[in-house]
DNA sequence: ACCATTGGTTAACAAAAGGTAACCGGTTAC
DNA sequence: GTAACCGGTTACCTTTTGTTAACCAATGGT
């Protein structure tokens, strides 16, 4: 039987852990994209479609923030042989572990406008 | 007997509580500022005193964040009658509200530099 | 040949966020 | 008188973030 020891993180690390999360999760876009994907998860989620569907992004932005999702593990990208080809993506199963945080951001968002209204 | 049919927000409202969050809980210092405050709750938080130990913020940016948070009701900003005077600011009881949240980001981050590594 | 669709990229720009340094009035210690 | 401490404010600058519009290659329809 091994003894685990719970490293307690620094306040620095929390820090840290903070500033990490907002930087993935912050910005204009990536929730919405998140969100977006989630809500359709029975269709097939190709580029254009993302765009129309989440309003007001630019094609700039949008192949960014995908590319930014993708490389933290939270989306998948694949290319399918359909003529033209067409790219679709889906949120992976690391990928929902960034919903009780949103969740919590409506909640307290909603609240918030209750209590400052 | 009253019924109460619980309102579901829109898929929008829930953006915009998002954004509203993120608004008053995001950048790089307000929820150091909190953060700090909450850990210090014993002491008297001076404007000097805050800026010495939420290393790196200048004057400015404190006192634009300390005026955002209070106008957000999340912390109360006290003129003391010292002398030179003081002002001190303490986290109100709603102001604990964020901490939840701040967890959540804390964890998902720690956990996140682990899978990303 | 010509246009439309898909999935982007690029350059140039604008807006927002943050940093730096100087300055201010009021007070108190020397 | 002058220097220092408090709690800021102001102007100016840089960095980051996001927007706009043009362009590209590959494919298919007419």
Redesign the interface.
Same mark, same amino acid.
């Not at 690390?13 to 907002?22: K, N, P, T, V």
């Not at 919590?104 to 406008?113: A, F, K, M, Q, T």
């Given at each position: 039987m091994e003894i685990t020891t719970k490293v307690e993180?620094t306040?620095e690390?929390? $820090?840290?852990?903070? %500033?990490?999360?907002?930087e993935?999760l912050?910005g204009k876009w990536k $929730?919405?994209i998140m %969100?977006h994907l989630r809500?359709q998860i029975d269709e097939n989620n190709t580029f254009k479609k993302i765009q129309r569907e989440v309003t007001g992004i630019s094609a700039k932005m949008l192949s960014k923030e995908l590319q930014d999702l993708e490389i933290?593990?939270l989306i998948t990208r694949s290319v399918r042989n359909t003529r033209p080809v067409t790219v679709s993506y889906a949120i992976t199963d690391?990928g929902l572990?960034?919903f009780?945080?949103?969740e919590?951001?409506?909640?307290?968002?909603?609240?918030?406008?209750q209590?400052?209204k």
């Open positions: 993180p306040c690390q929390e $820090l840290a852990a903070i %500033r990490d999360s907002l993935i912050g $929730l919405r %969100r809500n933290n593990l690391y572990s960034v009780p945080i949103t919590s951001l409506v909640d307290w968002g909603l609240n918030h406008r209590k400052i």
